[in-house]
């Protein structure tokens, strides 16, 4: 028997606001107007005031289908984010370069153990890591084949 749990559908996307946009509550109205709870993780707005964010949605699958075409009927721009990050533990040394760029925290340094963790749940793909880590143990992955 599915639950309401089951039902949700959980999509990480990329968003751009022109400069007329990035101050309105665009991304309030997915929970307030369309039902659907969002994770923001990672967001910036540049000096012109155009906005970037990446954020996890999720909800029903209309909802979210919904919510998506409301952002794009205000301008925002809307790409699905079709990658993932992975770590070879085997790889890893566990020097921690990866920990002070990653904007998310998805990689942190356990005191106790001096090991990196990574939650890849929290993680935004974001791609630093795979930039900073000098045995390559951690990569980007494509989802489906696309980028």
Known sequence: MDTPQDKQYRKVVY???????SGKPLVCDLSRVHG??????????????E????IEITG???AYERGIAYLKDHDIGVVPVAQRISRDDDSCIHCGMCTALCPTKALSLNI????????????????????????????????????
Do not use: Y
Not at 40 to 48: D, N, S
């Open 36 to 49: 659907l709870a969002f994770s923001i993780l990672q967001a910036r707005i540049t000096p012109r005031h």
């Open 15 to 21: 968003l751009t606001f022109p400069p007329e946009a």
């Open 112 to 147: 106790e153990t001096r090991l990196v963790e990574f939650d890849d749940e929290t993680c935004s793909a974001c791609g630093m890591c795979t930039k900073v880590c000098p045995v390559k143990a951690m990569e980007m992955l494509l989802e489906n084949g696309v980028m």
């Open 51 to 54: 906005g970037q964010m990446t």
């Open 60 to 62: 029903p699958r209309d």
